[in-house]
């Protein structure tokens, strides 16, 4: 089943549909600078028209955020530390964006 609002992918695998607030915060903190350096939340679409990214600074040092909505030509990238302020900017920064996928 596809997920509603929009999904959660990080470089590892790990995969979540319509993720809250502390399934964002998780998926953050799990990321290092080896082999999990990202996670990318976008609407579960073929083509879809916004993102918001997280990757590890070099000498994991911090995070990027990069927020990109092509409908009003939004491009954002952001630094900051606190997982807890990332994870919370990003779902009020997604309530802008989703909107419900059709079931038909």
Do not use: C
């Not at 600078?33 to 083509?47: A, G, Y």
């Not at 954002?76 to 419900?100: C, F, M, Q």
């Amino acid at each position: 089943m596809a997920a509603t609002y929009h999904r959660a992918d990080s470089e590892n695998g790990d995969h979540i549909d319509d993720p809250s607030e502390d399934a964002i915060y998780m998926l953050i903190d799990d990321l290092n600078d080896t082999d999990n350096t990202f996670v990318v939340i976008q609407p579960d679409e073929d083509d879809p028209a916004w993102y918001v990214s997280v990757a590890v600074l070099d000498a994991g040092e911090g995070y990027e955020v990069v927020r990109r909505d092509t409908r009003s030509r939004e491009h954002d990238v952001t630094t900051g530390e606190n997982i807890s302020d990332i994870a919370h900017e990003i779902v009020l920064w997604l309530k802008g964006r989703s909107r419900p996928r059709s079931t038909s």
